[in-house]
């Protein structure tokens, strides 16, 4: 067989199509994970005092965790989004615009919510309650402040992202990649506390929201994109 891959080459007799039994739900690898840390999350919610999550980071904020968590915080930026929808057209364009719908609907979703719901931002929470001199910050970041703290946008970008790039996963064989993706949101998400931007609940919202505007992407798919079967090709290049 020749080492030239074929451009425009037909995908889905390998894989199946999308639909509603192979989403990140049917991804053991990223369900129970994410369920684990999400459940243990609300346990500590119910305990946990408002702020109290943000001071407890207080004596690990301090290098080399300062910079590992500002990288991490990136994962849940459009630049993974980019990153992810630039790799997946040599792999499917159909998961290409899957990462694409869901940026646009991640975006608008994110910001009204925050705008209607109108929750103080740490920063401005702490300034309320006269806790601010409690608080190590860490050099570099800009702290939002006003009322847009719930949900945590970066954490809905990022469940969102990485649940599609699970169901996708399960797709092409590779479940086990999952794990490995609930780790990255997860990771988003408590650099969101660490870095004095979120509270636990607006990354515990964040993560709900993401999850399900996930799902909300597999279901336009599966409803409107399934007979569009150019989708089911991938760009190629000459080896």
């Known amino acids: 067989m020749s080492g030239d891959s074929i451009p425009g080459n037909r995908l889905s007799d390998e894989f199946p199509q999308l639909n509603s039994n192979n989403g990140w739900w049917a991804n053991g690898w990223f369900v129970i994970p994410v369920l684990m840390l999400f459940n243990a999350g609300l346990l500590l919610n119910l305990f ?16 080399p965790l300062n910079t590992f968590f500002k990288l991490a915080t990136q994962l849940g930026e459009p630049t993974a989004f980019v990153v992810a929808f630039i790799l997946l057209l040599f792999v499917r364009y159909r998961f290409s615009a899957l990462i694409l719908i869901g940026g646009l609907i991640i975006i608008p979703v994110s910001y009204q919510l925050k705008d209607k719901i109108g929750k103080d931002r740490p920063v ?25 703290s719930f949900p945590s946008g970066h ?33 988003v998400a408590l650099s969101r506390i660490f870095l ?15 999850l399900s505007l996930s799902a909300l992407v597999w279901w336009i798919n599966w409803r409107f994109l399934n007979g569009l079967s150019w989708l089911d090709k991938a760009a190629a290049f000459n080896r």
């Open 48 to 63: 946990v005092p408002p702020g109290r999550e943000i001071i407890f980071f207080n004596d690990f904020r301090l290098e």
């Open 124 to 148: 401005v929470f702490f300034e309320k309650t006269g806790q601010l001199d409690s608080v190590v910050f860490v050099p570099g970041v800009k702290l939002y402040s006003g009322r847009t």
């Open 155 to 187: 954490t809905t970008a990022a469940f969102a992202l990485y649940s599609l790039l699970a169901g996708m996963a399960l797709i092409m064989r590779k479940k086990k990649t999952g794990l490995f993706l609930a780790g990255l949101g997860f990771l």
């Open 196 to 210: 004095v931007q979120h509270f636990l609940t607006d990354v515990l919202a964040g993560c709900v929201l993401g």
